[in-house]
């Protein structure tokens, strides 16, 4: 080989020295920053200021303080001050079957290419099929995310609902779902690609309580048959992104059932309490659902992205897409359950997998309802926290591990209020001590907090009221 540049790139030893050097930094990020060693969770940089900081130091040339400045630069998700997005901190094991998947990159499209994967997958989605109280008949796969297992799922409701083939002979119909104004974005995002156009998202209104007023299904429901739209399919979040609140699935399920509708439950956050014996409660009646989608990045502990489509009538999990690929897809009368090309978006999908298999195969599935359960616990602990203190103020009674609130000392002034808490959360991204979001609930903002991190302890929650006390009074001043 004439150009050693090559060499170098695939040299075994050079891997084995940078891997090597890389885990042990890591590992030493992960240890500083569980034992809250480091200072900070975020080093906040505005976006030109990132860009350019890049863009000198690829010019460069040097790279031994690569992978060191990416973890440095980046969010500290395994520091217990994070309470942000609702992305996981990975267990360690988990982030190295990920590195497994990366390096021998076989792709999960074919089973010839994804063998282990597919095995892997078929029992990991049986696994959770039976935690949801589904039977022997469901099935289910992994896919890139929740947005891409939404729109899945959708796509698949419209196919079993209807009488007419879509997929091969266009819409000539007006369509809708029925699903609360809280849902998540993504929702509306996939039944306008579906080209259900505005009018075919009959957004429910939310009740006090931030989940769907079901009380409205009826009314909703008829309206859309008066307005000519063809309803085939209604959509409960379990819980909503921005307030954590779950909708009544057994409501749901019984109007889906008397209307003959498709019930899909938006599971990407909490679904994951089907393994917690003690908030389980909060997705009764999920069993009913004919899909639901589960993100492993989010309440299981895994990197990201890896989400997981089930089926409680397993045939629609493989009679979605029909579409012929000669050279790499046999055509077969049986259920073709290891070809994932024929069930999936992706025609070349991650060994993802692995990384549920690792965790269940390493810890069992007590770990799941571990980590979900501390999690929660700690929701419910903070909302109270802040219930009982005099500056400040919940949105909702949390029933998961977001949290909803805003400082409400020195104004009764919504808009005050409203520039006082953008003006918190700023103040706190930029001592960045804490990692904490925001939101706008019925035009009030809240700052918004996501307990993703097991080792989040109460005084860490206590230390961020603190904080924000303490950043309100140098503000008013």
Known sequence: MKNDILKMAYSPENFRKQGHVLIDQLADHFNSSINRESEKVIRW?????????WKGFLKDGKT????????ERSIHLHNPKYIGHQVCPPAPIASLSALISASLNNGAAVYEMGMVPTAMEKIITEFINSKIGYDENSRGFLTSGGTLANLTALLSARKAILDIDIWNEGQNQNLGIMVCEEAHYCIERAAKIMGLGTKGIIKIPASKGF???????????????????????????????????YDDLETLASFCSNHKL??????????????????KHTVKGIQHADSVVIDG?????????TTALLYKKGHHSHTTFSQKADYLLEQSEHEDWYNLAKRTFECTKTMMGIQWYTLLKTYGEDIFDENVTVLYDLGKYFGSLVSDHPDFELAIEPMSNIVCFRYITGSKDTTELNALNASIRQHLLEDGEYYIVQTKLRGIHYLRTTIMNPFTSKKDLNGLLK??????DNIRI
Do not use: R
Request: charged content about 20%; hydrophobic content about 40%.
């Open 45 to 53: 940089s505005p976006p030109e200021d990132e860009y350019a900081y």
């Open 64 to 71: 031994p303080k690569l992978f060191p400045e990416i973890i």
């Open 211 to 245: 989940n769907m007023d079901v009380s409205l299904l009826e009314t909703y429901y008829k309206k859309a048959l008066k307005e000519n739209i063809k309803v085939f399919a209604v959509v409960g979040s379990a819980p909503s992104t921005a307030t954590g609140m």
């Open 262 to 279: 498709w019930l899909h439950v938006d599971g990407a956050h909490g679904g994951a309490s089907i393994f917690s014996s003690k908030y």
């Open 297 to 305: 990045h989010k309440m299981m502990m895994m990197p990201t992205i």
């Open 467 to 472: 904080k924000i006390k303490s950043i309100a």
